[in-house]
T-cell receptor
Framework: DAGVTQSPTHLIKTRGQQVTLRCSPK?????VSWYQQALGQGPQFIFQ???????QRGNFPDRFSGHQFPNYSSELNVNALLLGDSALYLC?????????????FGPGTRLTVL | AQKVTQAQTEISVVEKEDVTLDCVYE???????LFWYKQPPSGELVFLIR??????QNEISGRYSWNFQKSTSSFNFTITASQVVDSAVYFC???????????????FGQGTILTVHP
């Protein structure tokens, strides 16, 4: 049973560019959440997708957008990259009806903006 | 608004010592979950323990134990007889249920770097 997978593992971009990160949830999970983790900090919630719609969003600008596909996989898009967007981006999957809110995290994508 | 504070930035111990990681949280919600996650150098967050707000019973699971005190909004985590493999960053996190459905948003603390020396 595959866990949460993310691609790519590492990515280097320059300021102003756009980037797309991908996440495949754990088998059977229908909800995907994205987190940004800056160096030395705790993860910060970006947004969550369920039934192909953004269900809730953290305090991130509109440059951060996402998508969920019918197979529950998800993409995170960041436009007009800033140096401050350099971080580890973590994807977590879960079941919408799970009252215990157990989330499984992927290994993350390390984004470096030069 | 929710907030999680981990006052200890770094802790260094020698193998076999017991170590306690502190966590203090703030929330206006009456029903919530508290978590501890471990993040090894590989980067993946590993779930360790979960406690809901309406059950203050403290438990032990192997070498892990936790002390949840609602009166002081604290959720401390103890590793007994620490091992080198326990070296990692540890995060305390909080989530809440809204309208009977968990929205899944986790609020994390800043993390505590634990180093266990042989």
């Amino acid at each position: 049973d595959a866990g949460v997978t993310q691609s790519p593992t590492h990515l280097i971009k320059t300021r102003g560019q756009q980037v797309t990160l991908r996440c495949s949830p754990k088998s059977g999970h229908d909800t995907v959440s994205w987190y940004q983790q800056a160096l030395g900090q705790g993860p910060q919630f970006i947004f969550q997708y369920y039934e192909e719609e953004e269900r809730q969003r953290g305090n991130f600008p509109d440059r951060f957008s996402g998508h969920q596909f019918p197979n529950y996989s998800s993409e995170l898009n960041v436009n007009a990259l800033l140096l401050g967007d350099s971080a580890l981006y973590l994807c977590a999957s879960s079941l919408a009806w799970d009252p215990h809110n157990e989330q499984f995290f992927g290994p993350g994508t390390r984004l470096t903006v030069l | 608004a929710q907030k999680v504070t981990q006052a200890q930035t770094e802790i260094s111990v020698v193998e076999k010592e017991d170590v306690t990681l502190d966590c203090v949280y703030e929330t206006r919600d009456t029903t919530y979950y508290l978590f501890w996650y471990k993040q090894p150098p590989s980067g993946e967050l590993v779930f360790l323990i979960r406690r809901n707000s309406f059950d203050e019973q403290n438990e032990i699971s192997g070498r892990y134990s936790w002390n949840f005190q609602k009166s002081t909004s604290s959720f401390n985590f103890t590793i007994t007889a620490s091992q080198v493999v326990d070296s990692a960053v540890y995060f305390c996190a909080l989530s809440f249920l809204a309208g009977g459905t968990s929205y899944g948003k986790l609020t994390f603390g800043q993390g505590t770097i634990l180093t266990v020396h042989p």
